[in-house]
């Protein structure tokens, strides 16, 4: 039996601290993915709070085919798609810096090439459409295979691939100065 297996058996049983061994293993991603996809750190985290509320309601009838981690990343890609339909078409979805940049040896002016660059991508990252941006989400910060994010979008694999390589080659596009403002 896995560990996550395990921690569901206790969260189910009514065990608090299986709750908070979830969310400590998993936080950083989720909050990570949510926050890729709202640019709102502060609703990323009212994102993770209800799929972890939704779960200690649903533990009891929850039946996991795939892994914890896949179960917790499609809620919060769901959550956060339900907030982007409701949500005004002027905000724009950035990439998360935390734990991109480390400081490291880095001196003054390479910390600042790399602020520069980050928010390049950021902007780059605002102009791909939503379900571009999930895909290559889900992909890169849940490590989640196409058939998944297939699931996760209510598509064929073969279109979620398509997002995903369509999304990157946009990115790549706009970060050499090829692409100004397209949408898909």
Same mark, same amino acid.
């Given at each position: 039996?896995?560990?996550?297996?395990?921690?569901?058996?206790?969260?189910?049983? =009514?065990?608090?601290?299986?709750?908070?061994? @979830?969310?400590?293993?998993?936080?950083?991603?989720?909050? =990570?993915? &949510?926050? +890729?996809?709202?640019? $709102?750190?502060?609703?990323?985290? $009212?994102?993770?709070?209800?799929?972890?509320?939704?779960?200690?309601?649903?533990?009891?009838?929850? +039946?996991?085919?795939?892994?914890?981690?896949?179960?917790?990343?499609?809620?919060?890609?769901?959550?956060?798609?339900?907030?982007?339909?409701?949500?005004?078409?002027?905000?724009?979805?950035?990439?998360?810096? &935390?734990?991109?940049?480390?400081?490291?040896?880095?001196?003054?002016?390479?910390?600042?090439?790399? $602020?520069?660059?980050?928010?390049?991508?950021?902007?780059?990252?605002?102009?791909?459409?939503?379900?571009?941006?999930?895909? @290559?989400?889900?992909?890169?910060?849940? $490590?989640?295979?196409?058939?998944? @994010?297939?699931?996760?979008?209510?598509?064929?694999?073969?279109?979620?691939?398509?997002?995903?390589?369509?999304?990157?080659?946009?990115?790549?596009?706009?970060? +050499?100065?090829?692409?100004?403002?397209?949408?898909?």
């Amino acid at each position: 039996m896995t560990d996550d297996r395990r921690l569901l058996e206790r969260l189910e049983r =009514g065990d608090k601290d299986a709750l908070r061994a @979830i969310y400590e293993k998993y936080e950083g991603l989720l909050i =990570g993915l &949510a926050a +890729n996809l709202l640019d $709102d750190p502060t609703l990323a985290e $009212d994102v993770l709070q209800d799929v972890l509320i939704a779960l200690v309601r649903s533990v009891h009838r929850l +039946n996991l085919r795939r892994s914890l981690k896949a179960y917790l990343a499609t809620a919060v890609a769901n959550r956060t798609r339900d907030y982007y339909r409701r949500r005004p078409r002027q905000q724009v979805v950035s990439i998360d810096e &935390a734990g991109h940049l480390a400081a490291g040896d880095q001196g003054p002016v390479q910390m600042v090439i790399s $602020d520069e660059q980050m928010q390049q991508v950021r902007s780059a990252v605002t102009k791909l459409s939503y379900e571009q941006r999930e895909a @290559i989400m889900l992909r890169l910060h849940a $490590d989640m295979k196409f058939r998944e @994010i297939a699931a996760v979008q209510k598509v064929s694999t073969k279109t979620a691939l398509s997002r995903y390589r369509y999304g990157l080659d946009k990115l790549r596009s706009m970060l +050499n100065g090829e692409v100004h403002d397209e949408s898909e």
